[in-house]
C-alpha cells in the first residue's frame, strides 16, 4: 500500500526491538479498558468475568486455542517483529514507526455501533461485547497484499456471532466496517490528505458471516496493543490483510456493495474481493510468492491462503 505513494519497501529496514514491557504492559491496558482502580487484588477477585474482558484470564494464560486453528505445522512468527512492523496509515505509513506513534490514541471509552439492515441494532461498549462473546485463540496466516506475511495466535470472537444478535434483514447483503476518524491523536491522517477518511472496509454477507472471519481483541494470548487495531479489529484470513480492519467503530448491514478507502484510491490493485490468489500478479508486482515478516524466508503463496478447503465454496469453486 505505502506503494501508492512511496517506492515499495519489501525489507525490514530497521528491527528495533523496544522491550515487551513497552508494548504488553497489562496495568496500562486495565487503565485504558476503565479498571484503573482494580489493582491485582481485584484481578484475582474479579475472576472470570475479569478475565474475558481483558482476554487474560486471571490465571495470567490466553484464551482457550480452538484445536482446529492450532496446526502444529504453523510456527508462529517472532512477536517481537510482528508487534514492531505495522500498516496503520491513520499514523504512520512507515511500518516501524507505528507503534511510536499511538501513544495518544485513546481507546477508552469505546463505543460500537452494529446497525443498518438488521432488527435489532445496537451501541455497546467494546467490553460488554468482549464480555457476552468469549474469546478463543485461533492460529491464522496472515498475507498483505504486499506480499510479505505472517503467523499468528489471534483472540477473538467469530463476527457471525454479533451479526445474529443484531438479525440481519433480507435486504441486506454487505457489511460495511468503519475505523475511528481520531484526527487530534492519529497524525497520519493529516499527512494524507487525499485519502477518503475515515478507513472503510467491506464483506459480502456470507463471507462476514464464514466461521473464519473473526472480530479479534488479542493477539499471542494478550490484549491487542494500538498498533495492531486495539481495542477491537477485523481478521479475514483468506483475504489480502488491506481487508483486516483495525480499531473499528461502526459495523453497518447495507444492501450494495460498500465503497472502501483502498478500492475507492486504486480500485485495479485493491478491489473490492481481494481474495488470496498466487496466479493473479498485482499490477506492479507478483503474487506467487511472499516473504515471512520475521525470518525474511520466500515462501510460495497458497490460494485463498491457505483456507480454500473452508471459503472456495463462498465462490462457487471447490
Ligand atoms: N486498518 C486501518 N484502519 N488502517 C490501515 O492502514 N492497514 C491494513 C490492515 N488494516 C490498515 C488497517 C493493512 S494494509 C494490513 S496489511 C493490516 O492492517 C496490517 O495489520 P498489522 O499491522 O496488524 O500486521
Known amino acids: 500500500m505505502a506503494n501508492l505513494i512511496t517506492p515499495p519497501r519489501w525489507r ?10 513497552v508494548f504488553w504492559n497489562r496495568r496500562e ?67 516501524e514507526q507505528v507503534h511510536r506513534l499511538v501513544d495518544k490514541f485513546q481507546i477508552t471509552p469505546w463505543q460500537i455501533e452494529v446497525g443498518g439492515l438488521c432488527e435489532k441494532p445496537l451501541k455497546a461498549d467494546v467490553r460488554e461485547l468482549i464480555a457476552e462473546f468469549p474469546p478463543e485463540d485461533r492460529v491464522y496466516r496472515f498475507r498483505c497484499v504486499e506480499a510479505w ?3 499468528v495466535p489471534w483472540t477473538g470472537f467469530p463476527l457471525a456471532k454479533l451479526l445474529a444478535k443484531v438479525q440481519p434483514k433480507s435486504e441486506a447483503k454487505f457489511v460495511k466496517f468503519t475505523t475511528a476518524e481520531k484526527r487530534d491523536q492519529m497524525p497520519g491522517i493529516a499527512r494524507l490528505r487525499e485519502y477518503p477518511w475515515p478507513y472503510t472496509e467491506g464483506l459480502r454477507l456470507d463471507e462476514a458471516m464464514h466461521d473464519l472471519t473473526l472480530v479479534t481483541t488479542g493477539i499471542y494470548g494478550k490484549p491487542l496493543p494500538k498498533q495492531m487495531g486495539a481495542p ?15 480499531s473499528v467503530v461502526k459495523i453497518e448491514l447495507v444492501a450494495t456493495q460498500p465503497a472502501t478507502l483502498w478500492e475507492t484510491l486504486a480500485p ?15 499490477p506492479r508486482w507478483s503474487q506467487a510468492t511472499e516473504r515471512l515478516v520475521d525470518t525474511g524466508d520466500r515462501v510460495p503463496t497458497l490460494p485463498y491462503n491457505g483456507y480454500g478447503e473452508f471459503v472456495a465454496k463462498l465462490y462457487g469453486k471447490g
Open 29 to 95: 491496558f486495565l487503565r485504558q479498558m476503565g479498571f484503573a482502580g482494580v489493582g491485582l487484588a481485584g484481578v484475582a477477585a474479579g475472576g472470570r468475568a475479569l478475565a474475558q474482558v481483558t482476554n487474560a484470564p486471571a490465571t495470567g494464560g490466553a484464551a482457550v486455542r480452538n484445536p482446529q486453528f492450532n496446526d502444529p505445522k504453523l510456527r508462529l512468527s517472532d512477536s517481537e517483529v510482528v508487534l514492531h512492523y505495522n500498516n496503520f496509515y491513520e499514523f504512520s505509513t512507515r511500518k
Open 268 to 282: 485495479d490493485e485493491y478491489p473490492f474481493e481481494s481474495n488470496v490468489d498466487p496466479r493473479v500478479p498485482h
Open 149 to 151: 506475511s505472517m503467523i
Open 12 to 21: 525490514l529496514t530497521e528491527r528495533d526491538v523496544t522491550p515487551e514491557s
Open 232 to 246: 477491537l479489529r477485523l481478521v479475514v484470513p483468506w483475504k489480502y490483510g488491506y481487508k483486516s480492519i483495525k
